[in-house]
């Protein structure tokens, strides 16, 4: 299952920093899951749970989906990509680069 792969990876950064925090108890962590990271949110969630019965840990999971942005090829400038209108908005070229939205990234870790 993709979701759990994905579950394994953002714990493997848990467990980096971890080792960096004498002995502090990582017990939150937040991802930032854009539209078109290929991640539903929900089942993320619910591998997340599993794993962490599985490794026998309370982690808490925070998902914050995060809006697709571009930036046009021609006028360069940035804005947000809605409904999947892959047209700019200030010039409606077709050329939009993603420039957020097509990714999941750890954003912070609670210790205690
Ligand atoms: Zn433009």
Sequence with gaps: MHEMSIA??????????EQEQNGMQPIACEVEVGPLSGIEPLCLQAAFADLMNEVGRMIGLTIQE?????RCSD??????????????SICGGPRMQVTSGDQIQLVSIDFL
């Design 8 to 17: 394994r990876a953002i714990y493997r950064q848990i467990e980096l920093a």
């Design 66 to 70: 995060i809006p697709l942005r571009g």
């Design 75 to 88: 006028c360069h400038t940035e804005s947000s990509i809605d409904g999947f209108q892959f047209n700019c």
